[in-house]
């Protein structure tokens, strides 16, 4: 299979808006946000194409695999790879039962200046010395080059897992801080691999998701925060309604209190803190200086929301430390495009 890249500036945009036979490969959160983002450029998806077992015949939205391959071929149509686990678009590329399809890492416009890392480049460079292993400096490599346009190496490096994951299999006794908790998903996978037996405090500013997140954590040892994470207590603006893409910005429509880790968790023992706060990360570590030094949890911090975040967020970790345990420092890819990129913090024994 051949993969073709796009942005929002790209002619085949045009191309595509004259058509009606555009498909998006995969009904997901990451399919959803393809499609909103072309029918804000003018494009008309058909359908959203999934394989045979998750089929909805009821679902006038929805296409099998081979009748999209069909109608595809018969109108000149096009693909567009819409699942976010990368091992599927691994397996896809090897499939000769597709010409080709479609991809843009424009849907999330998380780097206003894609020349960031080269103006930055003695900061990056410091950066990647960091890291505690090989891999994670060619996933770094590889993560800068998707800004250049070139996402072949990242794309064969991206991992499945995210958070949860062989870097992260070996929890100690204590609790979870799930910041930007959304609806609860990170916590059941939290549960899934570690119990039902700990403690887990979430914060979730959005009243839609904070909603859905009690609803979905009921029967569990959960204290849902209904605030942002941030470094003081304090108000601040939040744009609502984005789904998992909330988040704290100046411009927000909302004004929300913030909360820290530290005065939420007080003196319960913490084992793993995972972060997606759209932005907010580095504010929300400072924010739990005292849990992190008290009980060097396991770090999962998201590193991909703000075009600093691999310079600051790194830092940070590497100078967090009690007598007793260090941070050796990770990075993993998670996602097809842009997103899931996370900084892992792995407490060593000094």
Not at 22 to 34: L, N
Not at 56 to 66: G, L
Not at 318 to 344: M, S, W
């Amino acid at each position: 299979m051949k993969l073709k890249l796009f942005d929002r500036n790209s002619d085949v945009l045009k191309d595509m808006a004259k058509s009606s036979y555009v498909y998006i490969y995969g009904a997901g959160d990451f399919g959803r946000d393809i499609y909103i983002f072309l029918k804000e450029r003018g494009v008309q998806v058909r359908a959203y194409v999934v394989d045979d077992r998750y089929y909805d015949e009821s679902r006038q939205d929805m296409s099998t695999f081979q009748d999209c391959l069909m109608q595809i071929k018969q109108h000149d149509g096009y693909l567009i790879w819409g699942i976010a686990k990368p091992s599927a678009l691994q397996d896809a590329l090897k499939r000769d039962d597709i010409s080709e399809v479609y991809l843009t890492y424009d849907v999330y416009q998380m780097w206003q200046d894609k020349a960031f890392a080269h103006k930055h480049e003695a900061e990056f460079a410091t950066t990647r010395e960091l890291f505690a292993d090989e891999y994670s400096r060619k996933t770094f490599d590889a993560y800068l080059k998707i800004y250049e346009g070139d996402p072949t190496d990242d794309i064969k490096l991206a991992e499945d897992g995210t958070y949860f994951n062989d870097l992260t299999d070996n929890v100690r006794r204590g609790g979870m801080v799930d910041c930007g908790a959304y609806t609860g998903d990170s916590i059941q996978s939290f549960v899934n691999a570690y119990g039902k037996g700990r403690k887990i405090f979430a914060f979730e500013p959005d009243a839609k998701n904070y909603s859905k997140l009690l609803e979905n954590t009921a029967g569990l040892d959960v204290v849902a925060v209904p605030a942002g994470v941030w470094s003081a207590q304090t108000t601040l603006h939040f744009s609502p309604g984005k789904d998992a893409a909330s988040g704290i910005q100046e411009e927000g429509t909302i004004e929300i209190k913030t909360d820290t880790i530290d005065h939420v968790v007080g003196d319960h023992k913490i084992a793993f803190i995972k972060m997606d706060v759209e932005g907010s990360e580095l504010e929300a570590l400072k924010g739990a200086a005292h849990v992190i030094q008290r009980d060097m949890p396991v770090l999962a911090i998201s590193a991909y929301h703000k075009q600093e975040d691999l310079i600051t967020l790194p830092q940070f970790i590497a100078g967090c430390k009690n007598e007793n345990f260090k941070y050796d420092i990770f990075l993993r890819h998670h996602g097809c495009t842009v997103p899931e990129l996370v900084l892992y913090g792995i407490p060593r024994k000094r």
